[in-house]
Structure formats: structure tokens, C-alpha cells
């Protein structure tokens, strides 16, 4: 028996981002659930937060949480509860839904015993992606969580995920991803791992982000010989344009609107990814079978 000279796994992992990615920013969408006007809060509430130096995802869990303690009336607190029904009501972009299985079935029809794992790590608000329709076809999703009181009102922000953490999880699917997800996990995701032990290889990973905030999970995909694909929602193509010029090591497979229905150009790029891959495994598998 001959080993195959690269070490591989029966698994593929596609690990996405949320905001604007799979669903239309949760911070603009939740505002406008409040009722207010998502330009006009951000300019009034945001936007100041931001030019007096916070962090992004500090200044976007505090405008909620500073929101919450000035209504006076409980029924408009939020709450876990309030957290839980905004997620349910979200609406995932065209074809989202159906896409899960698609790229599983493109997947068995060339290895038959390949698994598609998918993954969702988001710098946003984690809580809403888990209470949404699509959030049992994840493994596991990472993100920034809320504390909340013993009345169960948003307090403080718990736990954070910038954007050049984001690199960290794709380590850690590549490990392989416990049940019993700890901190620690995450924390010694870079202790070497033989590369024959990992649980899925870099270059069997595919990371589907928008915008720039997704160049640390690009640049480190490339780097890794994984696949990265950038998406942008419907109208902010212009947008890309303006911002995105990245080096030629931050550069996407390719770059599409967030539109995951049969057919459409970013399914194509995904079909493709995942078929390159499984024909990888095959030919390992040839290789290995001798
Ligand atoms: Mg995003």
C-alpha cells in the first residue's frame, strides 16, 4: 500500500459569515424591528460612538443595550425573548435554504461517503443567526453574545469576535470541532496539529464572506490553499468596487451577489468549489487504494 503523499478527510467544510452574507445586516433590520429608522439611529446613536473611538461590535451591543435601559415601558425592553423572535423573523437571502442540501448532494454524486459541514462565524449578533430558520444546519456558530440581567434584558456585551479573530475558527474546524465546545479550544487552535490528524485539511475549507471586514478568513484561506468567495447583497456591487482592493493575497475565487438560488452565479461558484475538492478526495483515494 502506498500513502498518499498529502494527508486527506472525507469532510468538507463551508463556513460563512452572517451580515450581508446569508441575511441583510441584523443591525440595520433589528433597528427598524424596534420601529426607528436604521440611517437616522445610526447617525444619531452609532456614528458618534464610532468617532469617539469604540470599537465596532462594543458600540453596536451598547447602542441596543443604552437603547433597552432608557425605555421606561418593560414591554419595550429587550430581552432575550425579543432576541429570540427578531431571529425567527429574519430572512435569509433567495435560495439560502435549499442550498445547504444542494452542495451535500453535489458532493455524495462524486464521493458518495463525503460530508458537507457548514459553519457560521459572524462578528455580529450570534444569538439572532441561532434563533433563525437556517441555524440547525450549522454545527457550530461563533459570534458576539449578549449578558443579560436576571429579568433577561440585554446588559453587557459578554463575549466579542472582531473581524482578525475570525481566522482562529477556521483553524479550529480544521482541527476538528468538539461538542463540547470550549474556550480553550479556540484559544490553542495554532498548537501543531500532524497534519495526517487533521480533521478537515485547510484546502478542503471554503469561506463565503462579504466585503472587507472578511479579508483576515481571504487572506488566510489563500495563504492555506482553502477557497474564499466574496458576496455582496443586492445594489452594494458599486460599493465592493470602491472599497475592495485587496493584494493579491486577499483576492476571492470569485466575487458574487449574495443570490444562492439554482443557477445563479454564486450557486456556480459553490457547486464548483465543493466538485474540485470531492474530486481531489477521489483522486487521494485512488492514490491510497493501491
Ligand atoms: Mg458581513
Redesign the pocket.
Known amino acids: 500500500m502506498v500513502k498518499a503523499t498529502h494527508p486527506t478527510a472525507e469532510k468538507i467544510a463551508v463556513a460563512f459569515?452572517?451580515?450581508?452574507?446569508l441575511v441583510p445586516s441584523t443591525y440595520d433590520t433589528f433597528i427598524e424591528y424596534l420601529g426607528m429608522d436604521a440611517t437616522e439611529f445610526r447617525q444619531q446613536v452609532y456614528d458618534p460612538l464610532k468617532a469617539d473611538g469604540w470599537d465596532p461590535i462594543s458600540a453596536r451591543f451598547y447602542s441596543f443595550i443604552n437603547y433597552s435601559k432608557s425605555r421606561s415601558n418593560s414591554s419595550e425592553k429587550i430581552t432575550r425573548e425579543t432576541i429570540r423572535e427578531f431571529g425567527q423573523s429574519l430572512q435569509p437571502f433567495a435560495g439560502v435554504t435549499d442550498m445547504f442540501h444542494r452542495l451535500q448532494e453535489t458532493a455524495t454524486a462524486i464521493v458518495p461517503q463525503v460530508e458537507v459541514e457548514f459553519y457560521l462565524i459572524t462578528s455580529g449578533f450570534v444569538e439572532m443567526a441561532r434563533s433563525c430558520k437556517i441555524a440547525d444546519c450549522f454545527k457550530a456558530m461563533w459570534g458576539p453574545e449578549f449578558h443579560y440581567s436576571e429579568s433577561g434584558e440585554i446588559e453587557f456585551l459578554k463575549r466579542s469576535l472582531d473581524h482578525p479573530a475570525k481566522p482562529r475558527y477556521l483553524y479550529y474546524i480544521s482541527k476538528g470541532v468538539r461538542d463540547d465546545d470550549s474556550r480553550d479550544d479556540i484559544l490553542f487552535v495554532y498548537e501543531d496539529v500532524p497534519p495526517a490528524e487533521l480533521a478537515i485539511p485547510l484546502p478542503q475549507v471554503i469561506y463565503v464572506?462579504?466585503?472587507d471586514?472578511?479579508i483576515p478568513c481571504f487572506a488566510m484561506l489563500n495563504r492555506e490553499g482553502g477557497t474564499a468567495i466574496g458576496v455582496y447583497p443586492e445594489g452594494s456591487a458599486q460599493q465592493w468596487a470602491d472599497h475592495y482592493q485587496p493584494s493579491q493575497g486577499e483576492r476571492v475565487s470569485n466575487l458574487a451577489l449574495a443570490d444562492y438560488s439554482a443557477g445563479s452565479e454564486l450557486m456556480k461558484s459553490l457547486t464548483l468549489a465543493v466538485e474540485g475538492i470531492c474530486k481531489k478526495i477521489q483522486l487521494q483515494q485512488l492514490s491510497t487504494a493501491k
Not at 17 to 21: K, L, Q, S, V
Open positions: 459569515d452572517f451580515d450581508d452574507t464572506g462579504d466585503g471586514s472578511d
